[in-house]
């Protein structure tokens, strides 16, 4: 005589979906970990970009600083190079040509404004009473903003120009340091390309 097939009991199936239902539930949890991981690796790597970008940015401006003091708002001469601590404004070759419509200097800023490094740009050389730059943020995040100055005799200066320099005098080089939310403290030693003047010192 046969012996009667014996189907799965009720308990059993209850075992057996309870111990999916776990082993489910620890598969979704470490999936979920590595989705999240991936995702802050994700993040972290496009704040590095952009700070990379930003940086970049400013050093290629400061590389390209001629000597060129200007006029400012209200007749005034500003050197080819004034800063602080936390903002900078210099006279750099621009992206002119013999058949470009734009001068082949430009004037621009770096400055501190909450948490945003910004770049401004004037639209003139020598403005006039109501010239403003327009500008664009860099890098948002940025908890604090220090710029250092080195000079002919190798003494970093917290300003530039110093009092016994002519409007035209260059540092040697200039220190970033540029505190950014995640990222830390990110420096730059940027060198000057010396004293050359295209188009001429500021009226």
Not at 6 to 33: D, H, K, P, Q
Not at 127 to 141: H, K, Q, S, Y
Not at 163 to 174: F, H, I, N
């Amino acid at each position: 005589m046969n012996a009667r097939r014996r189907g799965f009991t009720l308990v059993e199936v209850l075992v057996a979906t309870a111990v999916f239902a776990a082993m489910s539930a620890l598969a979704w949890g470490g999936l979920n970990a590595v989705i999240r991981a991936r995702a802050a690796l994700v993040d972290e790597q496009q704040a590095f970009a952009q700070i990379q970008r930003a940086v970049g940015a400013f050093e290629r401006d400061v590389q390209a600083v001629v000597a060129r003091p200007v006029r400012g708002n209200y007749g005034e001469v500003l050197p080819a190079l004034v800063g602080d601590g936390d903002s900078l404004e210099f006279t750099r070759l621009g992206y002119g040509g013999p058949n470009a419509a734009r001068s082949a200097l430009e004037r621009v800023l770096y400055q501190q404004d909450g948490k945003k490094l910004r770049r401004g740009r004037y639209p003139v050389l020598d403005r006039a009473a109501g010239t403003l730059p327009v500008f664009n943020d860099v890098r948002d995040g940025v908890r604090s903003l220090r710029l250092r100055y080195l000079d002919p005799r190798g003494r970093w200066l917290d300003a530039w120009p110093p009092r016994d320099v002519e409007p035209d005098a260059l540092p040697r080089a200039v220190e970033l340091r540029v505190d950014v939310e995640g990222l830390g403290e990110i420096t730059r030693l940027v060198e000057t390309p010396g004293r050359a003047t295209p188009g001429g010192a500021a009226p």
